[in-house]
């Protein structure tokens, strides 16, 4: 009743001032809704952007701004593709990348695979498991630090004593081979519940009477798993890696907060040379080259995964 | 007649998940010694804390949290025993060391920072999201999809990237080692989070419950206002939850944008030393007190976890 009334004194009232009564039309409310956000992004990310694209093609110090800025050219990105110690870093970077997500992805579905029995109990250790990720990489790395103490930590100590190699031989931070191998493992702690959480949303998601087709058809369980369980986790599993790729492309917080780099540049990831390049060697114009590099790195590597992962989705 | 009852014939078997149940709670326990050793640490006394081997049963003692939230200098025996007597048990513990509190150290306030950056931060983004999301959630707006994927492509760069020029145009508007700078920071990088999971909060609530409200004489805004708002509570609670536990654990553009009065946290705990070297037991005691909130934030979170973590893009 009450509707319908409205509903006439709506088609009775004429159309403009029908809009002044509703106050702004839906187009200007959504640019004032959204605007701000844009706004605040071009301020403090795309300005900043450009800006460093400028600094790449000159000399500038930031540690002397009165100098006179000199451009460059194209010479601060051509110094970076020859430096031999930015090849290395990206190798660390590389190596770095590699073996945390192939643990983690390995350990990560491992674990949700496990979980999906849905044994008693699960949602309670499933929440204890994810603890480690939602922590402060930095603050739990610096801790790590002491773990890692050979003699006194933790770590050091479990694992002489279950090897049997003297407690003062393991220099989890100061060994040169060791050290690459630390960084891995704090990555993998922290991060495996990731993969591990994203996994089990898609092992979640296949739906059980194809396993049941499966039963009928007398598939084994190993046949199962190859052909109905990966296939169907694989769009997740690629979800996942991708996220920690990028993350981990990036990482910076852990690594400085463990080794700085050290010893020497065994673990100098590229956001520690850059780090280093930019606040240390106070290299602004170069610098901001080779910053501007990685971000095309990642910007590319990360689209032409998500066609891949379109790819996996759409089969 | 199928032979099978009431259970499905896919059912693991009790077998397979007593298996499985044991390698998950081992694999549980052994991730979480790192984070219990931490604690245990917290309460140790200096000497006992880099005992060899490590020691698991010790006296429980809270001189790491008396260092951790002062800062002491070394006295002779002759000039503490002149003094009166211990004016609370911080003052016994250090002077048990021949040491004497100076006055409060850093910690307070750099927490107290922390606190300022992450709430103002996290208001700012989830407003600032929110509008954005209904935005995009609710109207046509041109090249949705660009706009979409320009707001999450600021999550790419490497925060030292981004680092260099912020800290040039930081200098130029007087905005280093500011709180303010800092929530202007942290709000840019939270918002691109905050847009994608409340886009995906808001286009579950159905469009007909706006409709209704504005057939019914309420214009668009109220709309907004009194329907849509409270509906998307849950979403927005979990979106703040996810910026927030963010700017408390960020570190990379805190430790290269601030250094004194603007501080967070996160680059102070790695610098509390004592004499000779890392104070452990300090630093385990801020590292507890920092911890503490989030491990509350993620039983809260639980349900919501999978959401955050991939920007939304998979829904239970």
Same mark, same amino acid.
């Given at each position: !009743? ?86 290395? %870093?990206?190798? $660390? ?16 579905? $491992? ?120 296939? !169907? ?17 990036? !990482? ?31 290299? $602004?114009?170069?610098?901001? %080259? ?8 990642v910007f590319g590597l990360a689209n032409i995964y998500v066609k891949a992962l379109n790819k996996v989705k759409q089969r | 007649m199928s032979l099978t009852t009431a259970h499905s014939v896919v059912a693991p078997s009790a ?20 984070? *219990? ?67 409060? =150290? ?8 922390? @606190? ?9 983004? #989830?407003?600032?999201?929110? *509008? ?10 041109? @090249? ?31 905005? =280093? ?11 840019? #990088? ?24 504005? /057939? ?12 849509? *708002? ?8 979990? +979106?703040?939850?996810?910026?927030? /536990? ?5 570190y990379a553009f805190a430790a290269l944008l601030t250094s004194g009065t603007a501080q967070t946290a996160p680059p102070f705990i790695p610098t509390i030393i004592g004499e000779g070297g890392q104070d452990w037991p300090a ?7 920092? @911890? ?8 809260? *979170? ?7 973590? +991939?920007?939304?893009? #998979?829904?239970?």
């Open positions: !009743m009450l509707n319908r009334t409205a509903d006439n004194v709506a088609r009775a009232t004429p159309e403009p001032l029908a809009r002044k009564v509703r106050g702004i039309s839906d187009k200007g409310l959504a640019w004032l809704f959204i605007s701000p956000t844009i706004l605040l992004l071009l301020a403090i990310n795309i300005f900043p952007l450009f800006w460093a694209i400028y600094l790449s093609f000159t000399n500038f110090r930031a540690n002397r701004p009165n100098e006179v800025v000199k451009n460059l050219g194209f010479s601060n990105y051509q110094r970076i593709l020859g430096d031999q110690d930015i090849w290395i %870093a990206m190798q $660390t970077t590389a190596h770095f990348v590699f073996w945390t997500i192939l643990l983690q992805t390995l350990i990560g579905f $491992t674990l949700a695979w496990l979980i999906d029995r849905k044994f008693r109990g699960h949602a309670f250790w499933t929440t204890l498991i994810l603890v480690p990720m939602m922590l402060s990489p930095a603050v739990v790395g610096n801790f790590w630090r002491f773990l890692y103490e050979p003699q006194i930590g933790l770590f050091s100590y479990v694992i002489s004593f279950v090897s049997g190699i003297p407690p003062t031989n393991i220099q989890m931070l100061s060994n040169v081979s060791l050290a690459p191998w630390s960084i891995v493992i704090v990555d993998t702690w922290m991060w495996t519940p990731y993969v591990m959480l994203i996994c089990l949303a898609g092992l979640r998601s296949i739906p059980e009477y194809i396993y049941e087709a499966a039963e009928v058809d007398r598939a084994s369980n190993w046949r199962q798993f190859w052909s109905i369980t990966l296939p !169907m986790a694989l769009p997740f599993i690629m979800l996942a890696v991708l996220f920690r790729g990028i993350e981990n492309f990036k !990482m910076f917080d852990m690594v400085n907060l463990l080794t700085g780099g050290g010893p020497g540049s065994t673990t100098e990831v590229a956001s520690i040379t850059l780090k280093r390049q930019a606040f240390e060697s106070w290299r $602004t114009g170069y610098s901001s %080259a080779f910053a501007i590099i990685l971000f095309v790195a | 077998n397979s998940k007593r298996i499985a149940g044991a390698i998950i709670i081992a694999y549980a326990l052994i991730s979480i010694v790192p984070l *219990l050793w931490i604690f245990a640490t917290s309460f140790k006394t200096p000497p006992d804390s880099i005992a060899y081997p490590p020691k698991i049963v010790f006296q429980p003692s809270i001189e790491g949290y008396c260092n951790l939230f002062t800062t002491r200098t070394r006295q002779t025996p002759e000039y503490i025993n002149s003094l009166g007597p211990a004016t609370g048990i911080c003052d016994e513990t250090s002077r048990k060391r021949n040491m004497v509190i100076a006055g409060p =150290s850093n910690f307070l306030p750099r927490f107290v920072n922390s @606190l300022i950056i992450a709430f103002g931060s996290t208001f700012c983004a #989830v407003f600032l999201g929110t *509008l954005s999301a209904y935005g995009f959630s609710r109207f046509k707006v041109p @090249l949705a999809d660009d706009l979409l994927f320009f707001i999450l492509s600021t999550r790419f760069m490497p925060p030292i990237a981004v680092a260099i020029p912020i800290y040039l145009m930081y200098r130029e508007l007087g905005l =280093s080692d500011t709180a303010l700078g800092m929530i202007l920071l942290y709000t840019a #990088v939270n918002v691109s989070l905050a847009v994608w999971l409340l886009k995906g909060f808001i286009d579950e609530i159905p469009r007909e419950y706006e409709e209704a409200a504005m /057939i019914d004489g309420y214009t668009r805004l109220q709309a907004f206002w009194r329907t849509v *708002l409270p509906q998307a509570t849950t979403g927005i609670a979990a +979106t703040a939850i996810f910026c927030l /536990i963010f700017a408390w654990n960020e630093v385990a005691a801020g590292t507890t007190i920092f @911890l503490v909130p989030i491990l509350v934030f993620t039983i809260l *979170l639980r349900k919501q976890l999978l959401r955050g973590i +991939t920007f939304g893009a #998979v829904r239970k």
